[in-house]
């Protein structure tokens, strides 16, 4: 797949809703329930982060759950992208881009939102067909006043920022002309998870729904 038409998939995904949660699987029995209240929740868009042991079997897990979009976050080797579209991803998020990351994803037909947080970073990422991208470290990076100003000469990349953002700031991303939505974790607290608690994540994630671009 070419990385124009994956950037029209990623858009497509990243308009479902406001925000997409960033998922940290401990346990692939929580997988389903945890996805079925996301989504019932009004967040459809799953990113399961390759940084546990069953990651992969919770991106098995919820791919079969109705309303539910579930791609593999943390992507950082060719490896990594042949496992994540064995589990059934159906797209791939990224910290940063190699140009061996992106082949094997063009390879793949597995649509990625590639990371980058600078300007150079972004154009790179443009200048090989990418106009949708991850804003990575959101908030480390200079948060919604740095990819403001990235917007001014480079408007035509769109991007979903992660890392830091909460409900406290996602509205400052998400009235910015350049952002399509943002990624965070803050909707499927650990604690919540453990104890199974998938009617507090419901509520998190309609909060998160809510919030208007
Ligand atoms: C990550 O890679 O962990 C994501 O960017 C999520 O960051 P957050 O936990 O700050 O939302």
Redesign the pocket.
């Known amino acids: 797949m070419t990385p124009e038409k994956m950037s029209e998939k990623t858009e497509e995904l990243c308009r479902l809703a406001p925000i997409i949660p ?1 998922l940290v699987v401990d346990d692939a029995r929580h997988a389903r329930p945890l996805a079925e209240a996301l989504v019932a929740g009004g967040l459809p868009v799953l990113e399961v ?1 390759l940084r546990t042991p069953a990651a992969l079997d919770a991106i098995r897990e919820m791919a079969g759950v109705d309303g539910g979009v579930v791609g593999a ?2 992507l950082l080797t060719p490896e990594d992208v042949r496992a994540a579209k064995e589990a059934g991803a159906r797209f791939g998020v990224s ?1 940063g881009a190699t140009d061996r990351l992106l082949t094997a994803c063009e390879n793949a037909d597995l649509p990625l939102l590639p990371g980058a947080a600078t300007a150079s970073e972004a154009l790179a990422l443009l200048e090989r067909g990418y106009r949708v991208q991850k804003f ?2 959101a908030e480390a990076s200079g948060g919604a006043p740095a990819l403001k100003a990235i917007g001014a000469p480079i408007p035509q990349v769109r991007f979903c920022p ?4 909460s409900l406290a700031n996602a509205s400052d991303y998400l009235s910015l002309p350049n952002v399509l939505c943002a ?4 909707v499927a607290p650990k604690d919540l998870v453990q104890r199974g608690d998938w009617s507090g994540i419901e509520a998190l994630a309609k909060e998160a729904s809510a919030l208007s671009r």
């Open positions: 960033v982060t976050g943390t910290p990575f470290p992660t890392g830091g953002v990624g965070g974790s803050w």
